[in-house]
């Protein structure tokens, strides 16, 4: 696992920022260990994004460590504030080349078996619309199928340790799934607060 981290002075429409760019390669290489004869609790597989290309399983548990041969490279891009060193603006791309197909299975799980797609390219851009509100997007493209392969954001309040509040909606094209999610922590008195998660 290797990278770089290059900055530079940016000024844009009279605002002041430290742009920085960082490169990154990620080399892994798993053996293959038959493990069919163990149980299987809770494992599954990661659906893909920008910081999944670095993952060293791509299972998550710990019932089946699968086999790998992988180059992944990826590039990052933040904008800084100068004044509070505050991050406002950062956007990633990366792809991942698989050099062989994993052999490590899990029993009656395709979505878990699908061997990640060498061709998607996997980017996530992240904005500061405000002091208290952010937005977050994920996106796959799958340039030989010239598709999305999934697209997802998230828009995220935070008054304060005490005032959260998320909003977040995903597709994935493979599975023809769509996805929704609401998520709020809110205080309602000294020693009280509401928490609350909506899933769809």
């Known amino acids: 696992d290797a990278g770089l981290f290059f900055d530079r002075p940016f000024t844009f429409a009279g605002l002041s920022a430290v742009q920085t760019l960082e490169p990154r390669i990620y080399y892994f290489r798993q053996g293959f260990e038959d493990q069919d004869h163990l149980p299987v609790f809770d494992s599954t597989s990661l659906s893909i994004d920008y910081a999944q290309l670095f993952r060293n399983n791509r299972f998550v548990g710990l019932d089946r ?18 004044t509070n060193g505050r991050e406002v603006l950062s956007m990633s791309i990366g792809q991942v080349e698989q050099f062989s197909d994993s052999r490590v299975k899990l029993l009656n799980n395709p979505l878990a078996n699908r061997q990640p797609q060498g061709s998607a390219l996997a980017g ?52 023809d799934v769509e996805q929704a999610e609401l998520s709020v922590y809110w205080p309602i008195g000294k020693k009280l607060g509401v928490m609350a998660r909506w899933h769809y």
């Open 124 to 175: 996530e851009v992240s904005a500061q619309l405000s002091p208290r509100w952010r937005i977050i997007a994920n996106e796959v493209w799958d340039y030989e199928d010239s598709r999305w392969q999934e697209l997802g954001a998230t828009l995220g309040y935070r008054g304060d340790n005490k005032h959260l509040f998320n909003i977040g909606f995903r597709k994935r094209a493979q599975e």
């Open 65 to 82: 460590i699968a086999d790998a041969d992988q180059l992944t490279i990826g590039v990052t891009s933040r904008f800084l504030s100068s």
